[in-house]
């Protein structure tokens, strides 16, 4: 089995802009980034390998250093 990554496509328009041809566009297994313009943070929205289209949420991590004194 191999995996695949794809980059996340940032859509041009505003999420109230997005109609139905545009979600059509998206592929299988693909996101793309939607942004909302000012200092709103991005939404994302993922159409999955069945077809269908989800909004996302990215959560922000950090990365813990490992210490062991």
Request: aromatic share 8%; glycine share 8%; no cysteine.
């Amino acid at each position: 089995m191999s995996i695949s990554t794809q980059l996340i496509r940032t859509w041009k328009k505003s999420a109230e802009e997005m109609d139905e041809s545009g979600i059509s566009q998206i592929h299988r297994g693909e996101m793309v980034e939607v942004p909302q313009g000012g200092d709103e943070p991005s939404k994302f929205l993922y159409k999955d390998m069945g077809g269908h289209t989800y909004w996302v949420l990215l959560m922000p991590f950090e990365l813990k250093e490992n210490s062991n004194d």
